[in-house]
């Protein structure tokens, strides 16, 4: 009777549930994690690609000029003739012409710092006739300035000593940007 009772609990019995996984459910799980390291590799591949970018960029804007002084020189009607700008990285005053005005062939314009009561301080000779041009100039030249001036010379300019012939032909304020 033992054997018979064994026998009709067995066929009783539900059936032991089946551990295998299926096969869906594995494939399912090995895309999921071929999704997920592929996510990994772009958003790592994102992610030095922009520090490139950056560093890219951040050594644009070193090369990009500093303008710390900047003067609208004008005429004498108080209209712009002349654009002043100072890039202390570089050196060199850029001089840019905002009217027609030009030398005559016996003639050179003489740029000129003007520092309150001081006797004028010359920053160079503008030689060129095109309409933007750069003379050498330390920071350090512009210090105290309030003002550049423009005066016609003779051919060469005038040793600073001697002082530019007045009156100006060109006059502005010179703006000292913040650092």
Do not use: C
């Amino acid at each position: 009777m033992n054997d018979s009772h064994t026998a009709q609990t067995d066929t009783n019995s539900p059936a032991p549930a089946s551990r295998r996984v299926s096969p869906w459910w594995r494939a399912l799980a090995i895309f999921l994690l071929l999704v997920l390291l592929l996510g990994w590799a772009a958003s790592a591949s994102m992610v030095e690609q922009l520090k490139a970018q950056i560093g890219h960029l951040q050594t644009k804007v070193a090369a990009v000029p500093q303008i710390r002084h900047l003067a609208v020189l004008l005429d004498e009607q108080q209209q712009p003739a002349m654009l002043v700008t100072m890039d202390p990285q570089t050196g060199l005053l850029q001089l840019q012409r905002l009217n027609e005005v030009k030398e005559g062939r016996e003639d050179s314009m003489q740029l000129w710092a003007l520092d309150g009561d001081k006797p004028p301080r010359s920053l160079g000779v503008i030689e060129s006739k095109y309409k933007t041009l750069q003379l050498p100039a330390k920071e350090a030249a512009l210090a105290g300035v309030g003002q550049l001036a423009i005066s016609v010379e003779a051919k060469g300019g005038v040793p600073e000593a001697q002082g530019p012939r007045l009156p100006w032909l060109f006059k502005g304020a010179l703006v000292h940007k913040a650092i």
